[in-house]
């Protein structure tokens, strides 16, 4: 077992620097944080957290809409509420729609979008949205291939699947 060596003076007085420092660290938090919350760098971090809760979640009541002394549960239902509003109001659904409602509203604008597109009726289910966009992308696809391939043969020249004459698949004569 090592047995602790006493700290030599200079030792003694790095710590001792270092725990000063720390301390006025602390004081400087205390102090800046103290003045935010609106209380006193004499009163204990209990009194201060508790001020600076209390601030927080009156700016936060503020910026939802009610009133700076409600409870963190009035300020997250009315945070939900405006949100919620806000969101029924950009897909198009009514005032005061539920989550469920517009849930809905989305997936009819998606699938209208998206089936539309594909070629899909109103009344098709995802599955048949589903296969409708993959032929869809499948012809589109084709369709881009085939005009590649056309726009790299002479004109006139009509599509072969043979290969030229004089390559070593072709079955001509051999040189």
Known sequence: MTQE???TNGEAKSQE???????KIEAQIRH???TWAGATETDSWEV???????????????GVGVKPESTW????????????????????????????QIGQRVEIQVKSGL???A?????????TIGRKIGDKIEKTVKETVEN???EKRPSGQEPTSKPPEGTAASQGPSV
Do not use: H, M
């Open 5 to 7: 060596q006493p700290k």
């Open 17 to 23: 620097a270092w725990t000063d420092i720390g301390r």
């Open 32 to 34: 800046d944080l103290a």
């Open 48 to 62: 201060i957290g508790r001020r600076i809760e209390a601030k927080v979640r009156a700016g936060f009541a503020t």
């Open 73 to 100: 549960e009035e300020v997250g239902r009315a945070a939900e509420a405006k949100v919620r509003t806000e969101i029924a109001s950009g897909v198009g659904a009514q005032d005061g729609a539920t989550w469920d």
């Open 115 to 117: 089936g539309n597109w």
């Open 119 to 127: 070629g899909a009726s109103p009344n098709d289910d995802w599955a």
């Open 148 to 150: 590649l391939k056309a």
